[in-house]
């Protein structure tokens, strides 16, 4: 997890005992949010660091609730951008013919109509 630099005073404290006190609960979010471990730590990492640039204007107020709200943000900007989405392209793709099923409904349509002609005598 993010924390501060030995340098960073008394701030740098605050934002500290913050990160300890409310990581796990970020990172239970970010879990919801993502389904994947790895992928919901980063979006912890995303958010504290976006606090931390701000923690100035942030602490006093509520600073769980920045975060979250960062956090949630972060993710909602990483699905819009998910790289499977539909793309436009110069190239029309080609599509694959699907193939003549129509042999098969015969041939299955055969045997109902074979079975329906049997009685309960004829099946035992």
Known sequence: MLTPGPDSGPA???FSAFVGSAAT????????LT???AQAEDLVQTALEKAYLRWHRIR???PYGYVRRVLVNAH???WR????RERTTADVPEHAVAAD?????????TVFRALATLTDESAR
């Open 25 to 32: 609960r970020l990172l239970r979010t970010a879990e919801l």
């Open 81 to 84: 951008r998910k790289p499977w």
């Open 12 to 14: 740098g404290d605050d």
């Open 101 to 109: 099923t129509t042999e098969d409904h015969a041939q299955r349509d």
């Open 60 to 62: 006093a107020d509520d």
């Open 76 to 78: 909602h900007n990483w």
């Open 35 to 37: 389904g994947d471990r």
